[in-house]
């Protein structure tokens, strides 16, 4: 009987160092590294701004034709200190959901997004055809300057 315990002594010790390793292992993993630097780049990265941020856009695929399609039909905004709003095709939804207010400068037309306008005071234009991708907003007459 004195023999037992001799002979699971190394298998023990085994068994100990393996444990110790693995604790050490998963140690070593949990201690916050220096990681290296990438290097300073000595040349800046210029990033051409898109053909919509250009204009005042945000880049969307879906207002990929809004500036050359405005361009078209600005002459029937109704204007007022250089600024018309309209509303303008969403594919996705299928309706005229996305709103712009559109600003005339020399440089060109630029435009900002804003919510859509209140419909009692409001209304859209529908001279354009269902075919086309954007309907200008236009003023209703004040009712209190209206004789009946």
């Not at 207002?63 to 303008?88: H, I, M």
């Amino acid at each position: 009987m004195a023999d037992a315990p001799q002979q699971r002594s190394p298998l023990a010790r085994a068994g100990w160092l393996v444990g110790v390793f693995a604790l050490a292992w998963i140690g070593f993993l949990f201690l916050p590294m220096r990681r290296p630097q990438p290097p300073e780049s000595s040349f800046d990265v210029v990033v051409p701004t898109s053909k919509l941020r250009a204009v005042g856009l945000p880049d969307n695929p879906d207002l990929e034709g809004l500036p050359d399609f405005f361009e078209v039909w600005a002459s029937r905004a109704e204007w007022r200190d250089e600024r018309t709003e309209f509303a303008y095709w969403n594919p996705a939804a299928k309706d005229y959901s996305y709103t712009f207010e559109a600003t005339r400068t020399p440089e060109g037309y630029r435009f900002r997004p804003i919510p859509v306008p209140d419909p009692a005071k409001r209304f859209l234009d529908e001279v354009i055809d269902d075919d086309y991708p954007i309907r200008f907003y236009r003023t209703l007459p004040d009712p209190a300057s209206r004789r009946d």
